[in-house]
Nanobody
Framework: QAQLVESGGGLAQAGGNLTLSCAAT??????MGWFRQAPGKERTLVGW?????HVAESVKGRFTISRDNAKNAAYLQMNGLIPEDTAVYYC??????????WGQGTQVTVSP
């Protein structure tokens, strides 16, 4: 059974950096990416990587997505964090055919 496990979340100060990791087991995915959900808000797309990385306009220039296919993993490098980046970050994986797999989420909290 496919599984995604995130790690790397935690507390950071504004202006700081964090790197989230997403390790996949059970299968490989054509696309891997990240959503985030702030308290009281909808889950929004942060970015994804299929044949190349893509990031949302809201985080462009600060966040970078990368993949390591040999490790079956994806990463979200977050630089220049701001309090508005506080959210639970969810990794996801899309196979060529079939349902999406979600990770359990990891909390990122950015203090002013």
């Amino acid at each position: 059974q496919a599984q995604l496990v995130e790690s790397g979340g935690g507390l950071a100060q504004a202006g700081g950096n964090l790197t989230l990791s997403c390790a996949a087991t059970g299968r490989t995915f054509h696309t891997m990416g990240w959503f985030r959900q702030a308290p009281g808000k909808e889950r929004t797309l942060v970015g994804w990587s299929d044949t190349r990385p893509h990031v949302a306009e809201s985080v462009k220039g600060r966040f970078t997505i990368s993949r390591d296919n040999a490790k079956n993993a994806a990463y979200l490098q977050m630089n220049g964090l701001i309090p508005e980046d506080t959210a639970v970050y969810y990794c996801y994986g899309d196979p060529p055919v079939g349902p999406r797999t979600w990770g359990q989420g990891t909390q990122v909290t950015v203090s002013p």
